[in-house]
């Protein structure tokens, strides 16, 4: 089938800083006092410990990576990844924000540079080298935000003037990679599947002991049934499959009260009993 109508390509790189070196000096003087060889070791510096917009802005940066991965499927090994066209408004609106954010974190941070540079001396003290800090021009440079979105190419497009016999080869050549990217994207939605299940599985055998003062929270029913939500989306292929365990978990969960899972053994065993009967029912 083909899926240019269903899932488009999307690929996300974000650069950071990260604003650490290595400190030779410090490096010789702590493997000369353990009596240990010259590349035993080394100790690197945070050029801007004890302040927090540089870190603020990589922490930052992981949770659009996260993001991106949560809602989009492995494609290519150089980056790029399948979105559904489901999921495209909504991922495009967050991305947008997500990129709005970063920029601003970043121009803050580039605003503050010098002020941060005098914290990292009074912060470092004897580490302090002003040689470690780049100039202004080359630090904006270490930071970017780059999302590239782009439609899945056809296996008829091909608008080489080679002869036919050659043409039909690299036209099954390129139908069997896309085939073998496609299987390997559409493993993901049911990694995803199980994981939740087991770890569900794992933690209602768990419950089973009324000693053992288990926490349940909201997140139990509700993550979930917000993975069954994407999985909606993710299933591009229309895998029946996987749309009955999506089902067979949505049906699991709308019909389990949290309040009966913290206080009553018999619901514990009753959930576990419908989770391991969906692990044991399909291939994973």
Same mark, same amino acid.
């Given at each position: 089938m083909s899926i240019s109508a269903s899932a488009v390509l999307v690929e996300l790189n974000i650069s950071v800083w990260p604003a650490t070196i290595k400190d030779s000096k410090v490096s010789d003087q702590i493997t000369s006092a353990a009596s240990a060889i010259a590349d035993a070791?080394?100790?690197?510096? *945070?050029?801007?410990?004890?302040?927090? +917009?540089?870190?603020?802005?990589?922490?930052? %940066?992981?949770?659009?990576?996260?993001? *991106?991965?949560?809602?989009?499927?492995?494609?290519?090994?150089?980056?790029?990844? +399948?979105?559904?066209?489901k999921l495209f408004m909504d991922y495009k609106i967050s991305m947008n924000t997500f990129q709005h954010t970063f920029d601003?974190?970043? *121009?803050?941070?580039?605003? *503050?540079?010098?002020? +941060?540079?005098?914290? %990292?001396?009074?912060?470092?003290?004897?580490?302090?080298?002003?040689?470690?800090?780049?100039p202004l021009d080359e630090v904006k440079e270490k930071f970017a935000f780059n999302l590239t979105i782009k439609p899945v190419p056809e296996s008829g497009d091909f608008r080489l003037d080679i002869p036919a016999t050659d043409l039909e080869e690299i036209k099954q050549s390129f139908e069997n990679q896309q085939a073998e990217k496609m299987a390997e994207a559409m493993r993901t939605p049911w990694e995803r599947l199980h994981t939740v299940l087991t770890a569900m599985s794992t933690k209602l055998a768990k419950g089973r002991d009324e000693k053992a003062n288990m926490r349940w929270h909201d997140s139990f029913i509700t993550n979930p049934l917000e993975l069954c939500q994407l999985l909606t989306a993710m299933n591009i292929t229309n895998d029946p499959k996987l749309e009955e365990a999506r089902q067979q978990l949505e049906l699991t969960m709308l019909g389990t009260n949290l309040?009966?899972?913290?206080?009553?053994?018999?619901?514990?065993?009753? +959930?576990?009993?419908?989770?391991?009967?969906?692990?044991?029912k399909f291939s994973w």
């Open positions: 070791g080394q100790f690197r510096k *945070n050029l801007f410990a004890g302040t927090s +917009l540089r870190k603020d802005i990589e922490n930052y %940066a992981a949770r659009a990576r996260l993001y *991106n991965n949560q809602r989009t499927m492995p494609w290519a090994d150089k980056g790029e990844r +399948l979105l559904p066209t601003s974190m970043c *121009n803050t941070f580039f605003q *503050n540079y010098a002020v +941060l540079i005098q914290q %990292a001396q009074t912060n470092l003290v004897g580490l302090f080298n002003p040689d470690d800090y780049p309040n009966s899972l913290k206080e009553d053994v018999h619901a514990r065993e009753d +959930l576990k009993s419908k989770v391991d009967g969906i692990l044991g």
